[in-house]
């Protein structure tokens, strides 16, 4: 039996030509997106989407190309952030929904900024956790310290060589990732565990088109926006381990720049926050929802 959110309802929502998105709808009041990361599913957020069901409409897609999503095969745009926000923004009005607040974790993250940038009337509150922009998280990696994003450099290649690589190792290539940026290996139970490394090996074209968009149009949808001046008036909150620290970059001060109305928050769990603290998380969306 494959796992789901408890007490949440699951849809095929279609979203554009060809594309539906597996989504898992709970709960009642103002709307709220919330956006998986890589290599997981809509499951990371099973605690934190309960919680928030009690006096919110809750809203929890496999982002397209993931989990149980329709994966359309790479046409150039297929992937970028601005397809892929365009996806939340029709899912959210299939749902009833013409504005809402929006989180995204790691890649859902990078969904739900180029979301809130291109559909500010529909974006209401958005929260981001543990990323930087497309275009500043490039422009953090140098030297050494580099290698921990070896992955965003080796899914950046042309088309073939990524994807052998990974489909031909795929359980220790995902697995690697749930063990190395996970504080608390309990906050990933053995059978999530096993649910996302299966979804991702059965998705590697798809998540490798993804991180491919961010080493090029992605780039160029922010630094447009970059160039005039464009930014998120909507409030806005950050959560994120202190990557700036070990990498040389001032989050705080990175992210004021593209949101003026910034909350930014540093946190002691590991990367899968929303497992390893998931109160932690609830609260900043809470605090989020009053601004």
Do not use: C
């Amino acid at each position: 039996m494959s796992l789901t959110i408890p007490n949440f309802e699951y849809h095929r929502i279609p979203v554009a030509d060809g594309v539906e998105l597996n989504t898992a709808v709970g709960g009642s009041g103002i709307p709220i997106v919330l956006l998986h990361g890589f290599p997981q599913t809509h499951l990371m957020w099973r605690h934190v989407a309960a919680a928030l069901a009690e006096d919110h409409s809750v809203i929890v897609p496999d982002l397209r190309g993931y989990g149980a999503s329709d994966k359309p095969a790479d046409a150039g745009e297929t992937y970028s952030k601005r397809t892929m926000g365009a996806d939340v923004v029709a899912l959210a009005r299939a749902l009833g929904h013409e504005r809402f607040a929006l989180v995204g974790h790691d890649r859902g993250a990078l969904v739900a900024f180029r979301t809130a940038m291109d559909h500010p009337d529909a974006v209401t509150h958005a929260a981001f956790l543990d990323v930087l922009p497309t275009l500043d998280t490039w422009n953090a990696m140098h030297g050494v310290s580099a290698a921990v994003g070896f992955h965003l450099f080796l899914m950046a290649q042309p088309v073939g060589l990524p994807e052998t690589l990974i489909a031909n190792s795929a359980d220790d290539f995902f697995g690697y990732f749930l063990d190395l940026w996970t504080k608390n290996p309990d906050a990933i139970p053995r059978e999530y565990r096993r649910a996302y490394l299966d979804a991702s090996a059965a998705a590697v074209p798809s998540i490798v088109a993804d991180y491919r968009a961010t080493a090029s149009i992605d780039i160029a949808h922010d630094q447009a926006d970059a160039d005039l001046g464009a930014q998120l008036a909507m409030p806005v909150s950050v959560v994120q381990q202190d990557w700036g620290a070990a990498l040389g970059y001032d989050a705080t001060a990175l992210w004021k720049r593209w949101a003026p109305n910034l909350a930014h928050y540093t946190t002691d769990a590991g990367h899968f926050m929303a497992e390893e603290s998931p109160a932690e998380i609830e609260a900043v969306i809470r605090e989020l929802l009053a601004r």
